[in-house]
DNA sequence: CTGTTAGCGCTTTCAC
DNA sequence: GTGAAAGCGCTAACAG
């Protein structure tokens, strides 16, 4: 960044102080009314602005806010950023975006660039990695450098903190609710990425429908890991066993059911309802379209910046909150009946 | 942020001054190996980090980049993001989000928020609106404030300015006369958003390819403006028109093609094939899948940012760089011959 | 090898 | 109503 007007220049020009200008650019009632006018005029003319980075130093607080999330490939993620993104701006802060790709390496990295005084507070995802380890030394770096956060999304088990989840379990249970009462009672959870707190919370959720209709198998919940195999193994399971509906803990997982099942003929939804989690572009414009749980992710992410503002408006209280956002189930044709 | 650990308070500790922390602490060759070392240890033991704000005061640079995008929500834009975000991370600069939403006040705004000393430079994609007026005096304020940027994906018809582009024309071009080639002379280009620079040139590549071949008509190119009336509209036209390709100049286009076109049980690819723009998500997990330009967004980012790295580094060289980032045709289901 | 000092651009207390 | 001066945390010329 090149030179730029400062105080002190526009001091010199006008033949006054620099503490006249400052406080005449910030309507001081010290300064008189003449004097402000004729320094903003000049402040105008000159182009001046002020310097955020001084300002920041001065001020010890950079109306920046953090953020690290794990994969921004991700619609869900995206649609969270753009709720983050768009309350912080509204509530004038500016946001410095990490992403962790899902590694703890890089989350690390990032905590480590984000703590140096740039920002105000962090909101944080965990990465799939941070939720698979018991290692959170990097986490408890946060509260020891005493850098204000909020985690979204994902919780840290052992670590309390402020955050904002959405409410998987009861997501989960309702939706296989659905399934259970329209569909019938050869209902499956197609499961991936379960070291996730987000998909043990949806498999809890699940099981305790299947439950409380006395239809629940330890086959009940069908756990899909390789990314590769998805077709192959989605195929093999629908061609040998009966099913009437299918939850599935993520988009990609119901896309893959839906575009088997109807490979293989299988009539949607009359004879199998599937439903998936975390709607994204894809769920609306498959055909057929397809059945989610939408975990207004834009809306968690206004959440953990109000959040956020509260907590770094009350520094003194160390008060843990935990917000949470109610899911919605948006019915398409794959549960159309 | 609360208190932290500062030089001068390490210096106290220390019993040695504040510029003798400061250069050990930068190894300094004006330091004693000892002393360094005692300085090491005790701003370890205490957890000092050096805060950035006011080492970018002192050196007048941030490392920091300002990136904005028109649409977060679009997959196209979150991997230029994400190209751009690596990229910065991965030569140590931090990256400031903001989101136009395809208007020309919030862009303005976000301008506003970026010039202000927080960034070294703005990595800059002008919103639909910007394109579509003649007023740029926000865009060349920017230069007025000496800040260095590059545009990315689309241009800035009359500002001379460095920047990444992708060879929309030629791509058009190229997957136009595929559709000729291997389909058949009643080739169309599905267009929206046409104000878009990158529109204007996909709509030029395609037709010069339609005149090569003296098979270019008025009604080659159709214009589909309002988003709610895409299906309809495309129904009543694959209805009414013998179709052999269809070139679609947007993502979403494709799909709404190929989910009309299947539902009117016309074969693809056999008689009818289908390439879209923007390689998204949707179009590798659709049924049929959907060939697709794919722009590489992802490298027109990393692009991006090594452009602005080096014009940081030669920031009396004011030379103009434009570079093109060629794009890749994609072959799924819908061109499978 | 270490310390003093000035200064980055700004705010703010305290004098005048 | 205005100005001088200190200081936010850091670096770097210059002195010692």
Redesign the pocket.
């Known amino acids: 960044m090149a ?6 220049e ?2 010199k020009i006008l ?12 309507d ?9 006018k004729r320094v903003k005029e000049t402040a105008k003319l000159y182009g ?4 955020f ?3 920041s ?4 607080s950079t109306n920046t806010l953090g953020v690290i999330i794990p994969d921004v490939l991700n619609y869900f993620f995206v649609q969270l950023l753009h709720g983050i993104e768009n309350e912080a701006r509204k509530q004038g802060y500016n946001v410095m975006t990490c992403i962790s790709h899902e590694k703890i390496s890089n989350e690390k990295a990032n905590i480590i660039a984000l703590t140096n ?1 740039q920002v105000d507070g962090i909101l944080f995802c965990p990465s799939e990695e941070t939720q698979n380890t018991i290692d959170l030394t990097h986490i408890e770096e946060l509260s020891n450098n005493n850098v204000p956060f909020v985690t979204f999304d994902r919780s840290l088990h052992d670590i309390k903190a402020s955050g904002v989840l959405s409410n998987d379990f009861f997501s989960a249970y309702d939706a296989t609710n659905y399934l259970i009462k329209n569909g019938g009672e050869k209902t499956y959870l197609f499961a991936s990425h379960v070291g996730l707190s987000v998909m043990k919370e949806r498999i809890k959720g699940f099981k305790q429908a299947m439950r409380e209709h006395h239809i629940l198998k330890d086959s009940s919940v069908v756990e899909i890991s390789e990314e590769k195999d998805y077709e192959v193994f989605i195929k093999e399971f629908l061609a040998s066993t009966k099913v009437d509906g299918i939850l599935t803990i993520d988009e990609l997982l119901s896309v893959k059911a839906v575009k088997i099942a109807t490979k293989l003929k299988i009539n949607i939804p009359k004879t199998l309802k599937v439903i998936g989690f975390s709607n994204g572009e894809i769920s609306a414009q498959f055909s057929p379209s397809i059945s989610s749980v939408d975990q207004r992710a834009g809306l968690m992410g206004k959440e953990a910046v109000t959040l956020m503002i509260e907590m770094l408006k009350n520094e003194n209280s160390r008060e843990v909150v935990v917000k949470t956002v109610p899911a919605v189930l948006i019915h398409r044709e794959t549960t159309k009946i």
């Open positions: 030179k730029r007007m400062t105080i002190k526009l001091a033949n006054v102080s620099i503490s006249t200008v400052s406080k005449a650019l910030n001081s009632d010290e300064i008189s009314p003449e004097t402000i001046y602005r002020a310097n980075i001084a300002k130093l001065k001020s010890q005084g």
